[in-house]
């Protein structure tokens, strides 16, 4: 069983920052895709960036250019948030793929306020 930790999360304000990581229990690149999600109150879970194994990038047309993705050579991958907007406010979901075989986080919560 692969164990996923989210941390970073926490309060910010309108156009501020927060850097979110991602701890596997085991090397980041045992990983096909590492991805955050995000989940609103009220709303579904929704796909907000992944990297590959060999470092590929995808973003959701909502956080492109404002959020980065990236992962260290143990065991974290990130993701820098950047000029952060109300509707940025959700539990932020960590998720890694072994194969087909897919990990969920426990999620952090992230909140935008003025």
């Known amino acids: 069983q692969v164990g996923l930790v989210e941390s970073g999360g926490g309060l910010a304000r309108i156009g501020g920052s927060l850097r979110l990581s991602c701890t596997a229990s085991t090397s980041i690149f045992n990983f096909k895709v590492v991805a955050w999600y995000r989940q609103a109150p009220g709303k579904e879970r929704e796909f907000v960036a992944s990297?590959?194994?060999?470092?590929?990038t995808n973003y959701a047309d909502s956080v492109k250019d404002r959020f980065t993705m990236s992962k260290n050579i143990a065991q974290t991958a990130y993701l820098q948030m950047n000029n952060l907007q109300p509707e940025d406010t959700a539990v932020y979901y960590c998720?890694?793929?072994?194969?087909?075989?897919?990990?969920w986080g426990q999620g952090t919560q992230v909140t935008v306020a003025s």
């Open positions: 990297m590959t194994a060999g470092g590929t």
């Open positions: 998720r890694a793929f072994q194969g087909t075989v897919g990990y």
